[in-house]
């Protein structure tokens, strides 16, 4: 089963323009990781923010967690077309083991050029 | 350096057939997870070996097994193949200790028909 749900399903914006995805989760977490995904094939590792961080940033990409809320928020700054994707996030129990990532259902993006 | 590989890329199998997917970890990652992502869907845990040892098992039948060599090269064995075991299977490679990144590979198409 999905640990949580991410919201919107899909989000389609300009080239230019910012993008934000937003992940509930259910139970307690050691962290929450950001995961991208292009036409179904394997992920690649956005970012990783711990249970006691707000805010972590990484080039265009800004992410929060409000564990009192269990979500987090996905921001991407100045989009472009080639982030077009599948974006998931992904928990790891308190147990920190990191191995097994629970996912979310994940956000479609496209950027129209 | 090869990131991680799986093999094959694709695979169609009948109903009630066996299926082996392979996997090789990136060089020094001692660690290997599979997940199974049916479309429209993220990510699910199936397995995690560590040292050859089976560290972590997700909610899937016993047709599901997977094991882990002494290169920590891995196979994920599916027996008894229904039509709902078509999906992507993913598998990741990661570090121990501190590292929680996690590192995919391309994943098998599985089509069972």
């Known amino acids: 089963s999905q640990q949580g749900e991410e919201d919107p399903q899909a989000l389609s914006i300009q080239e230019g323009e910012n993008a934000t995805m937003n992940c509930s989760y259910k139970t307690s977490i050691n962290n929450l990781q950001w995961y991208r995904q292009n036409s179904g094939r394997g992920l690649v590792h956005l970012i990783l923010i711990r249970s006691n961080e707000r805010e972590k940033h990484s080039g265009r990409l800004r992410v929060t967690l409000d564990t009192s809320k269990k979500s987090s928020s996905l921001l991407i700054t100045a989009s472009r077309a080639a982030d077009t994707a599948s974006y998931f996030c992904?928990?790891?129990?308190?147990?920190?083991?990191?191995?097994?990532?629970?996912f979310g259902s994940g956000t479609q993006l496209t950027v129209l050029p | 350096d090869a990131g991680v590989t799986q093999s094959p890329t694709h695979l169609i199998k009948t109903r009630g057939q066996h299926v082996t997917l392979r996997c090789s970890p990136i060089?020094?990652?001692?660690?290997v997870s599979w997940y199974q992502q049916v479309l429209g869907q993220g990510p699910q845990f199936i397995f995690q070996y560590y040292e050859k040892e089976e560290r972590g098992r997700g909610n899937f039948p016993d047709r599901f097994s997977a094991r882990q060599f002494p290169n920590y090269s891995s196979e994920l064995n599916v027996n008894a193949l229904l039509l709902g075991d078509s999906a992507l299977y993913l598998c990741?490679?990661?570090?121990?200790?501190?590292?929680?990144?996690?590192?995919f590979g391309q994943g098998t198409r599985l089509t069972v028909v």
């Open positions: 060089s020094g990652h001692k660690s």
């Open positions: 992904a928990t790891v129990g308190p147990s920190g083991s990191a191995r097994q990532l629970t």
């Open positions: 990741a490679s990661s570090l121990v200790g501190d590292r929680t990144e996690a590192f």
